[in-house]
């Protein structure tokens, strides 16, 4: 219990730059003519800081869920399996809160979403796509993960071992 609530603390203050960078990402995707700094002078003219943390509950909620799991002893390839069908399975139930991150991103200033209450654009999408609308991309988005939770998760746990056993050996 005391690693989650660490790794969700963590989080939280990761968000705190990963948000505005994610914000600028996402308005330089859909504008791909205007430069980034312009971008970023214009969230913040148009917004001010607010404008830069728009997503900042949705994405720790989505963050946050990533940071909850238990350690278990397993070999190196079974870490690198567990990494990715839970990589897998986070991305595909998280699916609907990156869905409402990314229309409280890219939202147009003043406009009922760009508040940032994610119960508010989740309905939206709820009830302008469906069922269809809240897992958007979904199909990407957990090939992506999973195949970093299966590459990351697996050297990770090679590594640690690798230097716990070098550990071992010297003095």
Same mark, same amino acid.
């Given at each position: %219990?005391?690693? %989650?609530?660490? !790794?969700?603390?963590?989080? @939280?203050?990761?968000?705190?730059?990963? *948000?505005?960078?994610?914000? /600028?990402?996402?308005?330089?995707? @859909? =504008?791909?003519?205007?430069?980034?700094?312009?971008? #970023?002078?214009?969230?913040?003219?148009?917004?001010?800081?607010?404008?830069?943390?728009?997503?900042?509950?949705?994405? *720790?909620?989505?963050?946050?869920?990533?940071?909850?799991?238990?350690?278990? @002893? @397993?070999? =190196?390839?079974?870490?690198?399996?567990? +990494?990715?069908?839970?990589?897998? &399975? !986070?991305?595909?139930?998280?699916?609907?809160?990156? /869905?409402?991150?990314?229309?409280? %991103?890219?939202?147009?200033?003043? =406009?009922?979403?760009?508040?940032?209450? /994610?119960? =508010?654009?989740?309905? +939206?999408?709820?009830?302008?796509?469906?069922? !269809?609308?809240? &897992?958007?991309? /979904? #199909?990407?988005? %957990?090939?992506?993960?999973?195949?970093? +939770?299966?590459?990351?998760?697996? !050297?990770?746990?090679?590594?640690?071992?690798?230097?716990?056993?070098?550990?071992?050996?010297?003095?």
């Amino acid at each position: %219990m005391k690693h %989650m609530l660490a !790794a969700s603390a963590g989080e @939280v203050v990761a968000c705190l730059i990963r *948000v505005p960078s994610e914000v /600028v990402k996402q308005r330089a995707q @859909v =504008s791909a003519s205007t430069r980034t700094f312009q971008i #970023f002078s214009n969230i913040l003219y148009e917004e001010g800081i607010q404008g830069l943390y728009r997503g900042y509950k949705s994405t *720790v909620l989505r963050e946050a869920l990533w940071s909850w799991r238990q350690d278990h @002893v @397993v070999d =190196s390839w079974q870490s690198a399996v567990c +990494g990715a069908f839970a990589g897998g &399975f !986070a991305a595909a139930v998280t699916t609907p809160l990156d /869905v409402a991150k990314t229309r409280i %991103m890219l939202a147009k200033a003043g =406009s009922s979403t760009a508040n940032g209450n /994610v119960l =508010s654009a989740l309905h +939206g999408v709820w009830q302008s796509q469906g069922l !269809a609308g809240l &897992f958007a991309g /979904v #199909f990407p988005r %957990m090939a992506a993960i999973s195949l970093g +939770g299966f590459i990351f998760l697996g !050297a990770y746990d090679h590594t640690h071992r690798l230097l716990l056993e070098v550990g071992r050996k010297s003095p």
